[in-house]
């Protein structure tokens, strides 16, 4: 069974920056998209972003294009969020899930001054 | 961007009743293999989201078959053939289709 666990979330300032991970098993990570979605505090789900299985496709919503990269190591069948120039519009909770299939329990950012 | 619609927005149901949620787009989701990709999320209060359907029609590994689906081109319902205490929580439909996908704003259901 897919596991996901989301780690790297936290309290930061506006402008800052910070990186969420997405630890995984239970399957071939190599094999499968991987995505990013987030949810504002009493808010619906937005996607946020995905990367394909080797790392060589990688799509972003229009509302963290820029500032956000999402990445992969397949050795380690690790997901990472790298987040800039953060907002307060991008507090929320962050989920990793497999294909858009499996979630893990999302990691809370809060940007706040 | 495609849009989602849901109806309604909220739902109270006796318990053994049935339920239906509706999920309206702004352009077909039929991509060009012949699939439709518009799926169908439960978030239980506190919990994160679960998949229920996808593809319009095929329930998710051990999800009861009370829970169906279906659809075509841009018209797509979620049904709860017997509505149970455990089924509360927010439906969301989702499509991803394109580039970007879309949630739609969710039904929150709950039991009278």
């Known amino acids: 069974e897919a596991q996901l666990v989301e780690s790297g979330g936290g309290l930061v300032q506006p402008g800052e920056s910070l990186r969420l991970s997405c630890a995984a098993s239970g399957f071939t990570f190599s094999n499968d998209w991987m995505y990013w979605v987030r949810q504002g505090p009493g808010k619906g789900l937005e996607w946020v972003s995905r990367?394909?299985?080797?790392?060589?496709?990688?799509h972003y919503a229009d509302s963290v294009k820029g500032r956000f990269t999402v990445s992969r190591d397949n050795a380690k069948s690790t997901l990472y969020l790298h987040m800039n120039s953060l907002t307060a519009e991008d507090s929320a909770v962050y989920y990793c899930?497999?294909?858009?299939?499996?979630w893990g329990q999302g990691t809370l950012v809060t940007v706040s001054s | 961007d495609i849009v989602m619609t849901q109806t309604p927005l909220s739902l109270s149901v006796t318990p053994g009743q049935p339920a239906s949620i509706s999920c309206k787009t702004s352009q077909s989701l039929v991509y060009g293999n012949g699939k439709t990709y518009l799926y169908w999320y439960l978030q239980k209060p506190g919990q994160r989201p679960k998949l229920l359907i996808y593809e319009v029609s095929n329930r998710f590994s051990g999800v009861p078959d009370r829970f169906s689906g279906s659809g075509s081109g841009t018209d797509f319902t979620l049904k709860i053939s017997r509505v149970e205490a455990e089924d509360v929580g927010v439906y969301y439909c989702m499509q991803n289709m394109i580039l970007s996908p879309t949630f739609g704003p969710g039904t929150r259901v709950d039991i009278k």
């Open positions: 899930t497999r294909g858009m299939a499996s």
């Open positions: 990367i394909s299985g080797d790392g060589g496709i990688r």
